[in-house]
């Protein structure tokens, strides 16, 4: 029988470092599922997803490249109730794709996906573990600005938007720091050692 994968949640608020973290893990031949993009191809490939979306915000939610992301951004955000809806149209079908992913990589000790909203899209209830990716409020905010060429206000926006940092840092079992001293290739080689003891 083969044993199941450890499957490991890497969650963290915008400018964190979560990519940079999923970055390095694949080049140490980890497999990462990142569930944003993912969304964003089922969201463009999807027939009921796409039907449904439609439903709920009218035919320019779509474009002919595929989902108006901007239009659909700003009326979800207008309004918290078109959120939900499309939360529950979307969520399903990633969760859905995130489990034929783990069958067939049924032979990694350990899996990863990376999720901004693990516990807002009810992920956290596939994973073993939480990996926080963490980094002060300011580094945080200077990366997303050089980033997205955005402003200050608009980051913070951004930040007050998501769940709050020392809630997260309750409910992880593991955190990364990525505005220190020590260098992430050192990080990631502790982190899968720590995993991998943890399962033999």
């Not at 034929?100 to 992920?123: C, H, M, P, R, T």
Request: with cysteine; aromatic share 6%.
């Amino acid at each position: 029988m083969t044993q199941q994968a450890l499957i490991v949640g890497i969650t963290g608020g915008i400018g964190s470092g979560k990519s940079t973290v999923a970055r390095y893990l694949r080049a140490n031949n980890c497999k990462v599922y990142d569930s944003d993009k993912a969304a964003k191809h089922i969201q463009n490939t999807n027939a009921v997803v796409r039907a449904k979306t439609v439903e709920l915000f009218g035919e320019e939610a779509y474009n002919d490249g595929g989902m108006n992301r901007q239009f659909v951004a700003q009326r979800a955000f207008e309004d918290k109730d078109m959120l939900r809806k499309l939360s529950e149209i979307v969520h399903p079908a990633v969760k859905s794709d995130f489990l034929n992913w783990i069958k067939s990589n049924q032979n990694e000790d350990i899996l990863f996906v990376e999720s901004a909203i693990l516990y807002e899209s009810g992920f956290n209830t596939l994973v073993n573990k939480v990996l926080l990716v963490s980094a002060r409020i300011e580094t945080r905010i200077c990366r997303v600005m050089r980033r997205d060429k955005t402003s200050r206000e608009n980051v913070i926006q951004r930040i007050e938007n998501q769940m709050n940092e020392e809630t997260l840092k309750e409910k992880a079992d593991i955190i990364i720091y990525t505005d220190d001293d020590i260098p992430m290739n050192v990080k990631i080689f502790v982190l899968l050692k720590k995993l991998r003891e943890q399962i033999n």
